[in-house]
């Protein structure tokens, strides 16, 4: 089960956030998933409500947006982080932290602040 997680009516756009799970944790806006290899949590992604937006725990995650624009938050941990899907308007946060985070993203995504300053960021048209 998510953490924090707040519900809307269906067809509007809800966020999670596992700011207090430590275990690396998998998330997958796009096929409705998530995963500390240990629970797995799934959800409708046709139907909605839509989780578009995500903060991750403090391990590192691995973290897949969707179609959506996303705003998607590593928060700590040298977490993976991907935006890319050929659409603009994505959020990345890397997290107030230094441990070295990878964001693969569209270039017309943003990078929140300088919170990415010294991550790896692949970013293509
Ligand atoms: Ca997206
Ligand atoms: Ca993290
Ligand atoms: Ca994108």
Redesign the pocket.
């Known amino acids: 089960m998510l953490p924090s997680d707040s519900m809307t009516a269906p067809g509007e756009a809800i966020a999670c956030g596992l700011g207090s799970v430590t275990n690396g944790v998998t998330i997958n806006l796009a096929t409705g998933t998530e995963t500390d290899g240990t629970n797995s949590v799934t959800w409708d992604t046709a139907n909605g409500p839509f989780i578009e937006d995500v903060t991750g725990g403090s391990g590192a995650d691995n973290i897949m947006?969707?179609?959506?624009?996303?705003i998607v938050n590593g928060y700590l941990g040298a977490d993976t982080i991907n935006?890319k899907?050929n659409?603009p308007g994505?959020i990345v946060n890397c997290g107030s932290d230094t441990a070295t985070d990878t964001v693969t993203k569209d270039d017309g995504d943003t990078l929140q602040g300088n919170s990415c300053d010294g991550d790896t960021i692949i970013s293509t048209p």
């Not at 947006?65 to 996303?70: E, K, L, Q």
């Open positions: 947006g969707s179609t959506r624009a996303n935006v899907d659409t994505d």
